[in-house]
């Protein structure tokens, strides 16, 4: 099934500081605040190993993707995730 909607897709949305360092098992902490532009085109990927042994994602997992079919400044988006272990 082939569908004609146009979806924009920003992979980068931060929702919280990054969980490495002194931060690994503390309470999570609102992300930092960033000037300027940021790169929405490549997301995190979890912890995983690829075939070679060698790490090739983040510990960072503090972001989200986000699909959207309307990019209008005045919308507020509600993003729903549910937790789980």
């Given at each position: 099934m082939i569908l004609s909607t146009l979806v924009y897709t920003?992979?980068?949305i931060r929702y919280g500081a990054?969980?490495?360092g002194n931060r690994r098992f503390a309470k999570p902490e609102p992300p930092e605040a960033v000037s300027g532009i940021q790169?929405?085109?490549?997301?995190?990927?979890c912890?995983?190993?690829h075939t070679s042994g060698t790490d090739i994602?983040?510990?960072d997992?503090?972001?989200i993707p986000d699909y959207s079919k309307i990019i209008?400044?005045?919308l507020s988006?509600?993003?729903y995730s549910e937790g789980g272990a």
């Amino acid at each position: 099934m082939i569908l004609s909607t146009l979806v924009y897709t920003f992979k980068n949305i931060r929702y919280g500081a990054p969980p490495i360092g002194n931060r690994r098992f503390a309470k999570p902490e609102p992300p930092e605040a960033v000037s300027g532009i940021q790169d929405g085109s490549k997301g995190a990927a979890c912890m995983q190993l690829h075939t070679s042994g060698t790490d090739i994602s983040t510990r960072d997992e503090s972001v989200i993707p986000d699909y959207s079919k309307i990019i209008q400044a005045s919308l507020s988006k509600k993003v729903y995730s549910e937790g789980g272990a």
